[in-house]
């Protein structure tokens, strides 16, 4: 028997086992990696978000009536402003302004809350006041379709996102103007 014929292994009815085990191993495994993916997008998607509104707070609380004067704008319009030049591009436009919500409530002991919303009025963001801002039911695309049961259809639907943040508007002899809220 030539030396070529005892060295070479033997593959009885082995041919191709190790592209079907590749493929049973690799749908799995893109089925996984997907799902983390799209969940990761979403945990980043709320937090950028978390991050806008809270900081919009921080900023609202503070400006002043020269500070608004000198922007051009009321102090709803730059807390809004705020929101979406601090979300990264998740809420820039007119179309995803519309999620962003400021409202201002007045503590009262006589609601059963034991807050008014004053967002209406002229003096609703006067000092003391508390400021409330909101992103309510963004939706947020999956960056992958969901597919659940191989019999049903995939599911394309957006995730709603919402953050709200609030604070004690800071006590300012110079009180900017309120706007148009919420």
Do not use: C
Not at 110 to 120: A, H, I, P
């Amino acid at each position: 028997m030539p030396l070529a014929a005892q060295i070479r292994p033997r593959r009885n009815g082995r041919r191709g086992t190790e592209l079907v085990e590749f493929t049973l191993v690799l749908v799995p495994l893109l089925s996984i990696l997907f799902v983390l993916v799209d969940i990761s997008w979403a945990i980043f998607a709320k937090s950028t978000i978390m991050y806008a509104v809270r900081t919009a707070v921080r900023k609202g609380i503070t400006i002043t009536g020269t500070q608004a004067t000198a922007a051009g704008e009321t102090l709803t319009q730059m807390v809004k402003d705020s929101v979406q030049a601090n979300s990264l591009g998740f809420l820039n436009g007119t179309t995803n302004r519309s999620y962003i919500q400021v409202h201002y409530f007045e503590q009262d002991s006589s609601s059963s809350t034991g807050l008014t919303d004053v967002s209406t009025l002229a003096t609703g963001n006067a000092p003391g006041n508390l400021m409330q801002v909101s992103v309510t039911d963004f939706p947020l695309p999956g960056l992958v379709s969901r597919i659940y049961y191989l019999l049903t259809s995939v599911d394309k639907s957006a995730s709603n996102l919402s953050a709200v943040s609030a604070d004690r508007i800071e006590p300012s002899g110079d009180t900017p103007p309120i706007g148009t809220a919420p």
